[in-house]
């Protein structure tokens, strides 16, 4: 086996590991791996990305669901818009070049890097505090993360995560839970 094959099975391993500990560190980790030590192509990579981290998670789903710690309304309402805008996302990656996504997808972790150290504390969600009626926010953030998931193969726990924290009021054990939503 080539050595660049060993050190790409070596990194997918511990991105399950970060996948199943945190849910997230999924996609954004593979594309990277896939693209600069599997010497896939920046295209091939999200799709591959995607499929890749969704069987992973669906696994970890389960495993979370086993143990009560899955919300099923709201990953069935942000994973069913997240479905959606995911379709409509990947019809746009054909409009950009390879080296144009992997700028947008450096931006992103940049802003999302940024906006998690400039975090007030969200006591209130983690202590459990369900906040009740965030229907329309769970739908826009499940549409908006399906949009970024599709275009740039990277969102499961990255975004889906926070978008789950914040937006349906989840507590972080329960987001955890359905990040391949």
């Known amino acids: 086996m080539e050595p660049h094959t060993v050190l790409a099975l070596i990194l997918s391993g511990a991105i399950g590991v970060s996948l199943g500990l945190l849910g997230g560190g999924g996609s954004i980790l593979a594309v990277p791996v896939l693209v600069y030590v599997a010497g896939v192509e920046a295209r091939d990579s999200v799709a591959m990305s995607l499929a890749i981290v969704g069987s992973t998670s669906l696994v970890g789903s389960l495993l979370h669901g086993r143990e009560g710690r899955l919300d099923l309304r709201v990953a069935a309402l942000f994973g069913g818009a997240g479905i959606l805008g995911a379709y409509f996302g990947a019809g746009l990656t054909h409009f950009v070049s390879g080296g144009t996504l992997l700028l947008l997808f450096a931006a992103l972790m940049l802003v999302v890097a940024a906006a998690m150290l400039m975090r007030k504390d969200r006591g209130a969600a983690e202590a459990g505090e369900r906040h009740e009626g965030k229907l329309p926010y769970t739908l826009a953030a ?9 275009f740039l193969g990277v969102g499961g726990g990255f975004l889906v ?7 349906a009021g989840l507590p972080m054990r329960l987001a955890v839970g359905p990040h391949c939503w």
Do not use: C, Q, R, W
């Open 142 to 150: 499940g549409l908006a993360v399906g949009v970024l998931t599709g």
């Open 161 to 167: 995560v926070p978008a789950l924290v914040l937006f």
